[in-house]
């Protein structure tokens, strides 16, 4: 079982839940060293680098629902509420407007 586990609605198209979770996959990159890859159409893996290193994880979308599954290091469990906070405020951001806040 992953450490945090997230799930949302949507009623957005594919394309469109997609090129929102991209912006969201830039500013994770760019804010905390987080890679992510697209490994099919509808599930991206995720890996962190440097201070975020030992973080994996996937990011899943269907017709309806975004999942979020992170595995996390021992070193990141002891922020694990901060985390998932965030998390759950970027994915309300995404499904609403769009955009991820920068």
Not at 34 to 49: L, R, T
Not at 61 to 72: C, G, K, P, Q, R
Not at 97 to 102: L, M, P
Request: glycine share 8%.
């Amino acid at each position: 079982m992953a450490a945090i586990e997230l799930s949302r609605k949507h009623n957005l198209s594919p394309e469109v839940i997609r090129e929102r979770l991209d912006g969201m996959r830039a500013k994770l990159k760019d804010k905390f060293n987080i890679d992510s890859s697209w490994a099919s159409d509808n599930k991206a893996s995720v890996s962190g680098n440097g201070l975020t290193k030992g973080l994996n994880g996937t990011v899943e979308f269907s017709d309806t629902d975004i999942n979020v599954a992170l595995d996390l290091p021992w070193k990141l469990k002891l922020m694990k509420g901060q985390i998932a906070s965030a998390l759950e405020g970027e994915l309300d951001k995404v499904i609403s407007s769009g955009e991820a806040a920068t």
